[in-house]
């Protein structure tokens, strides 16, 4: 029983991260058709930015904060200076995210090196015990940071008409412009959003796991699985998927075999864009909420 609640909250957490991410790739889908492959990479600057800070002499909450805004700025960045200029054209948007990605980690080796670098806990290291498992206090701020965002967004996306135009752009943005809706500026905050929720998965996981210059494209990754299992587009899906893909991996690797781990994401990718391509939930229509 123990080691059943072990791998539960290691899944729980490692989950809650997975979508996070995918929940940055909905925020930029949903308003430009474009998977923004160069998602995680938004997780690990943020992280290894936070911990530079650090050393320099700024507080945690301040040097996060700060990280956090860049990140999303930078996203704004990509999206002006990248993206726009092809236009609507998602394979072209796609292919340059892929670029973007790139020249982001190859930017953060030259700025970090390739040593991995932590967090210190936001709450001190004294394990809370629950059910006989050593529980850090680092859980909590991950799962408790995540269901909170999951829920803001949810609601900004489903109950606010700024949240409803994003799909009104996604679906033709010259409509939407003709109606009064700034589409240049649906897009900027897309990107923006789906920065700044990476840079806060990347913060608030980087105590417990070490991030260094290539952790970003496994949780791009694992964030684009979880996506494709709740269904592409949809914020409950991708929290879903997340969610369920870290049970899986936790699960499989403590009664199977660590080996299996980083499997587990390849095959249920591969099993639902055959069996069922639209995911567990299909795509979320927004406009009609």
């Known amino acids: 029983m123990t080691e059943f609640l072990q791998y539960l909250v290691s899944g729980l957490v490692v ?3 997975y979508g996070l991410i995918a929940i940055g790739f909905t925020a ?3 308003v430009t058709n474009i998977v923004n492959f160069a998602q995680g990479e938004s997780a690990m600057l943020a992280a290894l930015g936070t911990s530079t800070l650090l050393a320099a002499g700024v507080p945690l909450l301040a040097a996060a904060a700060c990280c956090v805004l860049l990140v999303g700025l930078l996203g704004m960045a990509i999206e002006r ?4 200029p092809v236009g ?6 796609i292919i340059l995210t892929i670029g973007v990605s790139v020249v ?3 930017s953060a080796v030259v700025a970090w090196g390739t040593d991995a670098h932590a967090l210190p806990a936001f709450s001190g290291s004294a394990s809370v015990h629950l059910g006989g498992v050593a529980v ?3 859980v909590f701020w991950v799962l408790g940071t995540s269901v909170v ?10 109950r606010t008409y700024l949240g ?5 752009c996604a679906m033709n943005p010259q409509a939407a412009s003709l109606m009064g809706i700034p589409s240049g500026a649906m897009r900027a905050l897309g990107f923006f959003l789906s920065g700044t929720v990476g840079a806060i998965a990347g913060i608030i996981i980087a105590p417990i796991a070490l991030m260094q210059y290539d952790s970003g494209a496994a949780l791009g990754i694992k964030g684009f699985v979880a996506c494709i299992i709740g269904g592409f587009g949809n914020p409950v899906g991708a929290a879903v998927g997340g969610i369920f893909l870290g049970l899986l991996e936790a699960f499989s690797a403590g009664y199977l075999s660590s080996g299996f781990k980083n499997a587990i994401a390849f095959v249920l990718l591969l099993l639902f864009l055959v069996a069922r391509p639209g995911g567990l939930f299909g795509e979320f229509d927004m406009v009609k909420r």
Do not use: E, K, S, W
Request: with cysteine; hydrophobic share 45%.
């Open 88 to 93: 609507g054209d998602a394979l072209r948007g």
């Open 28 to 30: 930029v889908y949903n």
């Open 149 to 158: 965002l999951m829920a803001l967004l949810y609601l900004f996306l489903t």
């Open 164 to 168: 409803r135009t994003f799909r009104a």
């Open 81 to 84: 200076y990248a993206l726009r």
């Open 136 to 138: 850090p206090p680092q």
């Open 15 to 17: 989950g809650c991260i």
């Open 104 to 106: 982001l980690q190859g």
